[in-house]
């Protein structure tokens, strides 16, 4: 567990193989964040064009992918968690999925 820029909760995440990122926010005083953001980036270096990205979006709900201004592929799963929070058993599918997913988004750019 880190922080981000803003000093909220951020945390590096490494889960079945599977490296990312899950930064907090609508955080009141560091705490009590109401949504957080599952994260994931690849140095791809303009090999995963913004047509690729566009596809992955079109045929997957979740995450979204994108393009960085320096050509690195990213997915990105936004979670809102309202006022109390989700339930152990629902946090636990939402990082399972994210899992899964992010493994489809690897072979999808063929990482």
């Not at 909760?9 to 953001?37: E, R, W």
């Amino acid at each position: 567990m880190t922080k981000d820029s803003d000093g909220d909760p951020k945390l590096q995440v490494n889960f079945d193989g599977a490296d990312f990122v899950v930064y907090f926010y609508g955080c009141s005083n560091k705490t009590n964040c109401d949504s957080i953001q599952f994260a994931s980036g690849y140095k791809t270096k303009g090999r995963v064009r913004k047509a690729k990205a566009n596809e992955w979006n079109a045929e997957n709900r979740f995450p979204q992918a994108y393009i960085s201004d320096n050509g690195s592929a990213q997915i990105r799963h936004y979670v809102y968690l309202g006022q109390t929070g989700v339930s152990h058993y629902d946090f636990i599918v939402l990082a399972d999925t994210w899992v899964r997913e992010q493994k489809n988004f690897e072979e999808f750019i063929d990482w």
